[in-house]
């Protein structure tokens, strides 16, 4: 009896424990968004947090419309851009599944309508973003051709290739545009119909479509930015502004899906319960990086460092992802090897959520964040665990006694910067202090390092040795209009 008792009273603390965590979870991760929205002055935000297989998490901020002060709830429907192609890449597998195509195939066994040189360019390296196309897009973004197919088609069949298939990576849409053609074709029904029932209807998405700022879109968190392409150049000028977004439906393999996040959990979850896609190879497929002809992967930038079949990835040792993002505003990242995924989207073009998603997951997975070393290479992490030990004393002799002690440890000026100021955001201005001095030690005969040591001497009020480290900045590149304006302003 005293058994029965003894374990019932575990289960019963067990099971409070856990509801004790998760709520202070959520609390943090609420707290942790408020502040990020409030740093990035993101109007409305949706999240949706998926683990082991259901959703643990679903909270909504800000607002969907900010003329009409209307508040996000769980129903606003917001655009997820490009995260459309993770769409495309499940609808590929599905065909493969059915025998209708392997995504080794040569695209000429489906497109005849193509130049030569296009022949030998795979369905794969058409998902991955490695076929070397030209881009049926402009350099501001708008499709060629007035939003005509015919005329889009003609126009990109007679540009030049920008490189021959599997050589490297290049962001492309016009692969999309040839995918969508060949789900129609082998499908029996126009691409965005075969996603809608092989997809959408299948994971219950009644509140997902495709559509553009033409459509009415039920519950629309419409669109805001702080970027605008001047002469071809994306630069952000810090005020809000409406956007708006048309995308013929030819080009809705590229972009053009509306969802929420709590209908994109539903379909994450379908995809990984075998719903969508029967074989788990398939789902490992798609997650898995494409390699180049060299044999290396590439994709956007050092995070989502690499792109599998319509999914970027973020390739790394610790807690890879597969990573849909969408039009700097919204993005998604499934953690295969934690059974975690997490959605954000956002009304604000230039939010970049995939930038901060690794911090929400660092609620479940302490290791994953920031304050704790995640993110930081295996070099940089055998500094930062030898200088917490020293208390960040003596910075330049345990840097030597890592080095001598280890054959491969290098590091670089960006990377040591880089984590001066992650110590700054997370206000240890001291501890920065010393990592900008040791990179000035480091290295001595660039500007940039002896400017980011002046601005956290001037942060902790050391104004006198501010100015004789804004001064060397200055002698080591005279254009530093930083250093210049600070020195001018002492004057």
């Known amino acids: 009896m005293k058994s029965s008792l003894y374990i019932i009273l ?19 991760i609420d707290h942790f968004i408020k502040q990020k929205m409030k740093q990035m002055n993101i109007p409305g935000l949706q999240l949706a947090v998926i683990k082991n297989g259901r959703l ?11 003329e009409h002060h209307v508040a996000t709830n769980s129903k606003s429907t917001f655009s997820i851009n490009s ?72 126009i990109v069949k007679k540009l030049s ?28 029904k126009h691409f965005t119909n075969f996603i809608e029932d092989n997809q959408f209807k299948v994971a219950d998405m009644s509140a997902t479509q495709f559509g553009d700022s033409n459509d009415i879109i039920p519950n629309s968190a419409g669109a805001y930015s702080t970027i605008v392409n001047i002469d071809g150049k994306w630069i952000n000028d810090g005020k809000l502004h409406n956007a708006f977004a048309i995308f013929p439906l030819f080009f809705r393999t590229a972009t053009g899906i509306i969802s929420t996040s709590e209908e994109l959990a539903k379909w994450l979850i379908a995809l990984q319960s075998g719903k969508l896609l029967r ?26 460092n690499g792109y599998a079949l319509g999914w970027p990835t973020v390739v790394r040792d610790e807690h890879p992802a597969a990573a ?93 910067n880089s984590w001066g100021y992650q110590l700054i955001e997370q206000n240890k201005k001291r501890e920065a202090l010393q990592v900008f001095q040791l990179n000035t030690l480091l290295f001595p005969n660039s500007a940039n390092v002896y ?10 009020g050391n104004r006198k040795e501010a100015i004789i480290n804004y001064k060397k900045s200055l002698e080591l590149n005279p254009e530093n209009s930083h250093a210049r304006q600070f020195l001018e302003n002492k004057k």
């Open 10 to 28: 575990l289960l019963f603390v067990s099971t409070l424990s856990q509801q004790l965590f998760a709520q202070s979870t959520s609390d943090s």
């Open 56 to 66: 643990e998490k679903s909270a909504y901020y800000g607002f969907s419309n900010i």
């Open 83 to 154: 995260m459309t192609k993770a769409f495309v890449g499940v609808a590929i597998m599905q065909l493969q599944e059915r025998g209708k195509l392997k995504v080794d195939d040569a695209i000429s066994k489906y497109i005849l309508d193509i130049p030569d040189e296009w022949k030998s360019i795979t369905i794969k390296q058409l998902l991955s973003n490695t076929s070397g196309l030209p881009n049926n897009i402009d350099e501001k973004e708008q499709v060629l051709g007035d939003g005509t197919e015919d005329r889009n088609w003609e």
């Open 161 to 188: 290739m920008q490189f021959k298939p599997g050589e490297r990576f290049s962001y492309n849409q016009t692969g999309y545009y040839i995918l969508g053609r060949i789900i129609t074709q082998l499908s029996g």
């Open 279 to 304: 074989n788990k190879n398939s789902v490992k497929a798609l997650f898995t990086s494409v390699k180049l002809n060299d044999g290396h992967i590439d994709g956007f930038n050092k995070l989502t």
């Open 324 to 416: 849909p993002v969408g039009g700097m505003r919204s993005a998604l990242f499934v953690y295969p090897e934690d059974n975690l995924s997490i959605v954000v989207l956002t009304n604000l073009q230039g939010a970049n959520p995939e930038w901060f998603i690794d911090e929400i997951a660092g609620y479940y997975f302490p290791d994953m964040k920031v304050k704790n070393g995640f993110g930081l290479s295996k070099n940089l992490k055998l500094l930062r665990q030898g200088l917490i030990k020293n208390k960040f004393q003596n910075s330049f002799k345990i840097y030597s006694r890592i080095k001598c002690n280890n054959k491969d440890f290098e590091l670089s000026e960006d990377e040591i």
């Open 451 to 460: 400017d980011s040591y002046a601005e956290t001497l001037e942060l902790e």
